[in-house]
């Protein structure tokens, strides 16, 4: 009797330490999925897509130069013609300075949601020397202004007309060569109405 007590407790002692021993190795199982599972995140972590709004376009310099020149010579165009609208006394001179607010603020907003949309930031004050042209021209009154007026406008509007087709042509980032281009019939009309304004005033 005493044998077999003995016995079962033995019995029950083998069966316990294989439970134990399976169990044991059940976890390490767990942890060696939890360790595959985790390095499988790290892999997968390095192929997630770049967070919206991070810029993944990649600028020329040409595409810098003509956004730079282009937001700062939108922005002069829209000074200026509020000027005209203020100070200009022939009416085609007023109606032309109207246009360039209208026109120039629609274009100026729609590089800055370009700008935006791929995380470049534009200029956002005159270069020195555009500064001094609004500052001479502000302080004119008159035919004075009227003529000195009209000339700025046919000069600018010639020298714009080449950048945005150079732009048109040669740019590297699709979106802005694609700006410059539906610009460019605009420009060509800006000039043509500044060379009627320059003849009504001289």
Known sequence: MKKSILTIIAIGAMIACEKKETTHLDHSTDSSAAA??????????????PVAGATTTALTDQDKKFADAAATGGMMEVMMGELAQSQATDASVKALGTMMV??????????????????????????????????DLKA?????????????????????????????????????????????PTLEHHLMESEKAKSAVK
């Open 36 to 49: 595959n599972d985790s390095s499988m995140m790290v892999k997968d972590s390095a192929n997630v897509a």
């Open 140 to 184: 004119k009154k008159g035919v004075d202004f009227d003529k000195a007026y009209a000339e700025a406008m046919v000069t600018d509007h010639k020298k714009d007309i080449a950048e945005f087709k150079k732009q048109a042509a040669d740019g590297g980032e699709a979106s802005l060569k694609s700006f410059a281009s539906k610009t460019v």
């Open 102 to 135: 209208k026109d120039h603020s629609k274009a100026n907003e729609e590089l800055k949601s370009w700008a935006t949309s791929i995380g470049y930031t534009l200029p956002t004050s005159l270069k020195a020397e555009q500064q001094k042209m609004y500052d």
